[in-house]
């Protein structure tokens, strides 16, 4: 590898883990951990109810943490289990109105922090940056 592409890299994994953390820490007021808020997030972006293995692929958890935290956000009385009307096998996750709320919050306090973090970024080097990391993803994680 050389200089740049490890410069890259190193880059790359400590940016998306920096953003991560300092979003933890400004959503720590509502209470929750970042596992859980991500997971009302992804919960809440998807088209329809997900099944608890679709949320832990989408999180890349293991099957077990992910039942393990849907336990803990139906204690909080932010999502619920429905079964699903096609395999009764399957449990799908379904976000209450205070889920719903929740994650207006979250989505909030988000988008203030994004554009807090971009406000200063010309906006032609921020679709350069995207356009890589999009490329990027779509080589390690082609779409099905």
């Not at 958890?61 to 909080?76: F, P, Q």
């Not at 976000?95 to 554009?115: C, M």
């Amino acid at each position: 590898m050389n200089e740049l592409e490890e410069r890259f890299s190193g880059a790359l994994h400590n940016t998306s883990r920096a953003w991560r953390q300092a979003l933890d820490r400004r959503l720590k007021y509502l209470g929750l951990s970042q596992a859980s808020w991500m997971t009302i997030a992804v919960a809440a972006k998807a088209k329809g109810p997900l099944s608890q293995s679709e949320l832990a692929h989408r999180l890349d958890v293991e099957g077990a943490t992910m039942v393990a935290m849907v336990d803990r956000l139906v204690k909080a009385g932010l999502v619920v289990r429905e079964p699903s009307l096609t395999d009764r096998r399957v449990k799908r996750v379904v976000l209450t109105p205070a889920g719903d709320q929740l994650y207006e919050r979250v989505r909030t306090e988000a988008a203030a922090f994004r554009k807090e973090l971009l406000d200063g970024i010309d906006p032609k080097k921020l679709l350069v940056a995207t356009e890589l990391l999009e490329n990027l993803q779509g080589i390690i994680d082609p779409p099905a």
